[in-house]
């Protein structure tokens, strides 16, 4: 009992994953930066970012529903840190996983998302509401690939579990090779969730000021921004888990270094799409998704279910 | 206005604008239905400051109009009044005024680079543009003492010399850039992201451009083939080849390929400059009171063309400067561009008139609504409204003007 | 040829790059010669011809007699804007700018600063 309220609250839980998710903004913060020949934030900006945050005064809006305002993000954390118990992280098995943990963590995945809308649409100010309907839109858009790159690599592991999709492919690991396309469109895709360039429309600073975020201060900003890294911890795992599922058979310590490796290659490959593109405008990203994206990872779907067609003979 | 259209306050305080003034936008959705356009937040009453300080004096204060186009207001400024007191400027003054001016240009349009990098999204655009920047600002530092707000000019000339260590710095400097603009040229032009930001955004055809008086790239990128540098030379601009740049994209791409193309024309002109450097004095005394008369001056700043009005009655002071920036004459083609828009182009469009709010608020017209039957309010109106909407709440100025011996009205 | 990512080869290189950022105020940098900086005067060379004080854009100076062809300037930093035209004006070079641009205080007062012949280099006002 005692093991567990541990695991869930220390290692690898709450304060395991806040800590790995100031790590991966620093990373990402401190590499966009080399990239652009300048010097970046000291490691203890996130840290002190958020302590900064958390002391300031809430204002609520008058207009603002503030019951709902009040509770989105504590949604946006929860479930995001819900999400991160079913991902297999070091080892082939995850720290809760049961049959059909894949769906649950994606539909997890797309709560804070929601979480976001219903933030900015309840503050009733222009700003937010424009953001908060680009969030919608947005959403209709990458939800599909990324679900499909995810998808498709379950179908050819013939499994609904994370943990054993992870198994499967460490069995046959040559078969991962053939889920590369779906790599680069998850990758695609996770840019739209998380909301960086070209894809960071609700969040575009030039247009709408801060998007949702308008009219958030103090403590319910510091859990936002708290939402926002786990996510992009929770995705990069998620993305190492389905598409790099290798080493994960070693002891503690060479698995968990290798782990930190994986999630932080992932954010960084991340922070270089950031730095060479410009933000796209909210039809030009639905265009490029249904056009280009989508059919990939429809593609990558065919493949597979055709390799399974032959495995199973 | 339908069920679902709605206002979108941009301005005056904003991210996407750099200085403040008001834009109203009525929405349709992410579709612009309409602009309301208000200015004068920027007015801070220089011409009338003008015509309390002697001529030296406004030199120094018609540099500070603005920030980036500083060189531009100021010798725009004394040419007009050496015209007035018939002052034969030497050469070697003129050449030096206009290697400063072309410098600046190119501050300023690499300027313009990382705003409208910012104002898409790219924000590594506007690191490496306004890392280049720091040589042009080192250059200018060192000719003529200060990165900005460079205090050049003087009535009769310029205030320093350049020495002959300098000069290959300067050429030096010019080189480095060179090259790196031709690397953005490369990146504008086959960058997806940047073309699918920038094309077809903010159209404004060759006829609208001439109705509405656009000038300077904005109008160039047109099809308008107007440069006030070409068009009517004043400073060294008569003695250079250089070529006027215009496009036929009528967008926002449009007026970047022209920007572009104007940063390589300045190098070539910089250039040419200090190869044909002449000797002589670099300032002729100037008389402290300037004969009466009025001159009309014109200079192509780097956003358009910039016209100054000087009018002098014999004494030390002028009696009537006038000012008129080229944003002035743009920011009226902004609503006509943004029409059937979308809200995610107004930052870029905005940007790519290469707004200059500070240049732009010379003089405030206030409408009468306070006593009907007027359109426009005089002084004696104003301040009379005044008086009586304080007394309204019961603070009553009698008593002061009894003490400075104000007549009541 | 249009292609996305054109700026990635650069971005990349950059890596290996020192970062153009001076990480100032733990390295100095170092203003150019005839930079306009925080101005000097030399009490002995002035003659007390206020030419200086009236071509002040901004009424910075102040020239006040505290004997017997003995003058003292009192500059307000605040108002000056470096602009140098004092320096330009005076006939025996008595003012001078430095290539000093530090120049933040905690209060207005003690940005007035005095140069007679006791302080060659400026000290505070008195008042």
């Not at chain 2, 955004?201 to 308008?224: E, F, I, Q």
């Not at chain 2, 002028?318 to 920011?331: C, D, F, G, H, S």
């Not at chain 3, 004997?67 to 320096?87: D, P, W, Y």
Request: glycine residues 6%; aromatic residues 10%; contains cysteine.
């Amino acid at each position: 009992m005692a093991n567990v309220f541990f695991n869930l609250l220390i290692f690898p839980g709450f304060l395991f994953v806040v800590v790995l998710g100031m790590a991966a903004e620093y990373v990402d913060r401190k590499f966009c930066a080399k990239l652009q020949n300048r010097v970046g934030p000291p490691w203890y900006q996130p840290f002190a970012d958020l302590v900064k945050l958390v002391a300031k005064e809430n204002i609520i809006p008058e207009e603002a529903d503030a019951g709902i305002f009040k509770l989105m993000p504590i949604i946006a954390v929860t479930s995001i840190i819900t999400a991160f118990f079913y991902i297999p992280l070091w080892q082939m098995k995850a720290l809760f996983s049961f049959y059909g943990d894949l769906i649950v963590v994606i539909y997890l995945l797309t709560i804070p998302t929601l979480a976001i809308f219903l933030g900015g649409w309840y503050s009733r100010s222009v700003f937010s509401r424009i953001g908060a309907t680009r969030a919608m839109t947005q959403f209709f858009a990458y939800e599909i690939p990324l679900f499909l790159s995810i998808l498709a690599p379950a179908m050819l592991a013939d499994s609904w579990s994370l943990s054993e999709i992870t198994v499967f492919y460490s069995k046959h690991l040559w078969l991962s090779l053939l889920n590369s396309a779906g790599f680069a469109i998850a990758l695609v895709a996770l840019l739209g969730k998380l909301e960086k360039v070209p894809f960071d429309i609700p969040e575009a600073e030039t247009e709408i000021v801060a998007g949702t975020f308008t009219e958030y201060s103090g403590r319910l900003l510091a859990f936002f921004r708290i939402a926002i890294d786990i996510e992009l911890v929770v995705g990069s795992s998620l993305l190492a888990a389905v598409f790099l599922p290798f080493g994960l058979n070693l002891s503690f310590m060479p698995g968990f270094v290798l782990y930190l490796v994986k999630v932080l290659f992932i954010v960084a490959l991340l922070s270089l799409l950031r730095t060479i593109f410009a933000r796209l405008r909210i039809d030009q990203m639905i265009n490029f998704c249904w056009k280009y994206v989508a059919p990939v990872a429809f593609f990558q779907l065919i493949v597979d279910l055709v390799v399974k067609g032959i495995i199973k003979q | 206005m339908g069920r679902y259209d709605f206002k979108v306050p941009v301005g005056p305080q904003h991210p996407a604008l750099k200085e403040p003034e008001s834009f109203l936008l009525t929405m349709h959705g992410e579709k612009i239905a309409g602009m309301t356009v208000r200015l004068g937040y920027n007015h801070r009453g220089i011409e009338k400051a003008c015509e309390a300080q002697t001529y030296i004096r406004d030199v120094y204060l018609i540099e500070r109009v603005c920030g980036i186009c500083s060189h531009s207001h100021a010798t725009c400024f004394v040419q007009a009044v050496e015209e007035i007191a018939a002052l034969e400027v030497p050469k070697r003054a003129i050449y030096i005024r206009t290697l400063i001016a072309e410098l600046e240009r190119i501050h300023s349009h690499l300027l313009w680079l990382g705003v409208a990098g910012h104002e898409i999204g790219f924000d590594t655009l506007l690191m490496y543009t306004w890392r280049d920047r720091e040589v042009v600002m080192d250059v200018l530092a060192m000719l003529t003492g200060n990165r900005v707000n460079y205090g050049m000019n003087t009535i009769g000339g310029v205030r320093r010399d350049i020495t002959a260590e300098q000069i290959p710095q300067v050429l030096k400097a010019v080189d480095t850039l060179e090259e790196r603009t031709k690397y953005y040229i490369q990146v504008a032009t086959e960058e997806t992201t940047i073309i699918k930001r920038l094309s077809g955004v903010g159209m404004l055809s060759y006829d609208d451009a001439v109705k509405l008086g656009a000038v300077g790239p904005t109008a160039r990128a047109s099809g308008v083939d107007r440069d006030t540098r070409r068009d009517d030379p004043y400073a060294a601009y008569g003695e250079l080849t250089f070529k006027v740049i215009t496009d036929k994209h009528c967008d926002v791409y449009g007026r970047t390929v022209v920007r572009l193309g104007e940063l390589m024309e300045s190098y070539k002109m910089i250039r040419q400059l200090l190869a044909n450097l002449p000797d002589g004095p670099v300032t002729v005394k100037a008389p402290r009171k300037i004969p009466a008369g009025e001159a009309f001056s014109r200079y192509e700043a780097p956003r358009g063309e910039d016209v100054h009005y000087v009018k002098a009655n014999g004494t030390d002071k002028p009696e009537r400067v006038k000012v008129r920036a080229p944003t002035l004459a743009n920011v009226q083609v902004v609503a006509h561009m943004l029409k059937d828009g979308y809200l995610a182009d107004m930052p870029i469009v905005v940007a790519a008139i290469d707004p200059c709010f500070s240049c732009t608020d010379r003089m405030v017209s206030v409408e009468d609504d306070y006593h009907s039957g007027k359109n426009i309010m005089t002084w004696p109106a104003l301040r009379s409204a005044g008086i009586d909407w304080y007394r309204k709440r019961g603070i009553d100025f009698s008593d002061l003007n009894r003490r400075l011996r104000v007549p009541e009205n | 040829m249009i292609k996305p990512g054109k700026m990635m080869i650069q971005v990349l290189q950059s890596l290996f790059k020192k970062p153009a950022t001076t990480l100032y105020p733990f390295v100095k940098t170092e203003m150019p010669d005839k930079f306009r900086g925080k101005l000097k005067y030399y009490p002995e060379r002035c003659i007390g011809c206020m030419l200086c004080v009236k071509d002040c854009p901004s009424d910075a100076i102040v020239i006040k007699k505290i004997g017997e062809k003995k003058f003292q300037a009192e500059i307000n930093l605040a108002r000056c804007i470096s602009c140098g035209q004092c320096v330009d004006s005076c006939p025996k070079k008595a003012l001078e700018s430095t290539k000093e641009f530090e120049l933040a205080k905690l209060s207005r007062e003690q940005l007035k600063v005095v140069f007679s012949e006791e302080s060659c280099s400026g000290s505070e006002a008195k008042t």
